[in-house]
């Protein structure tokens, strides 16, 4: 009999350390696994400032140089950024380009004079270029003004699979305006215009998931000109 309960015994204590190695206490429970690094490209940042089209009216005076001024340049951080380019132009010509941790910077430039500018988004894995936007300093005009960078329009019918594109030109002096148009399709130019004095095109066949970037060049009667950029992936 006491052979038997010994028997019992070891077989109890043999269950107990099973299911005690088994089971779900919190010493067994296994850390969630870490989550991957992602490798997204940083997303398209919007301009704020200076107020694209118009006369800048965020700015300082330089008390070192009565022709000058600091213009407050603002725009949205972008997912996935790390820092972030600012480029200004003067015509086609580049006059500043410096790289930023934050979403503002300030930059001296001449008074009375239009300029266009964009900001790109930067990380470890490439870069992602915004939007073109244009603005005139305060002061006495220098010359004739450039026209203001165009404000480009987008957008795509599924039922019809065309892609409207227009435009919005201006011109602080309000001189007549002709523009050269260039539309991408990826990386294939799709579609060119030289001198159109209008501010749509003819609708465009697209593709699902392509991109499509579109490049004006507003030209004024004096010569004067500005180069507007806008890029956007087709639904």
């Given at each position: 009999m006491k052979m038997i309960k010994s028997i019992f015994r070891i077989m109890y204590c043999s269950i107990v350390i099973i299911l005690s190695s088994c089971g779900g206490g919190s010493g067994g429970e296994q850390p969630p696994p870490e989550a991957e690094p992602s490798n997204d490209l940083p997303l398209k940042v919007t301009g704020t400032l200076p107020v694209n089209g118009e006369p800048c009216s965020d700015y300082d005076e330089v008390p070192s140089d009565d022709s000058m001024v600091?213009?407050?340049?603002?725009?949205?951080?972008?997912?996935?950024?790390?820092?972030?380019?600012?480029i200004v132009l003067d015509g086609s010509s580049e006059i500043f380009s410096d790289n930023y941790p934050n979403a503002e910077a300030q930059v001296e430039l001449q008074r009375g004079k239009t300029y266009t500018w964009s900001v790109t988004a930067k990380n470890e894995f490439g870069e992602t270029p915004g939007n073109s936007y244009s603005?005139?300093?305060?002061?006495?005009?220098?010359?004739?003004y450039a026209p203001y960078a165009a404000e480009i329009?987008?957008?795509f019918n599924t039922n019809t699979m065309e892609m409207s594109v227009g435009w919005v030109g201006s011109d602080e002096d309000s001189d007549a305006l002709v523009y050269d148009v260039k539309v991408w399709e990826d990386n294939n130019l799709l579609l060119e215009e030289v001198e159109y004095s209008l501010d749509v095109l003819e609708p465009i066949i697209f593709m699902n998931t392509r991109k499509y970037?579109?490049?004006?060049?507003?030209?004024?009667?004096a010569g004067n000109f500005s180069i507007s950029t806008y890029s956007v992936e087709a639904p």
């Open positions: 600091l213009i407050t340049f603002n725009w949205s951080e972008a997912q996935f950024a790390d820092s972030y380019k600012l603005f005139t300093t305060p002061g006495m005009q220098v010359g004739n329009n987008v957008e970037s579109v490049e004006v060049i507003s030209k004024d009667t």
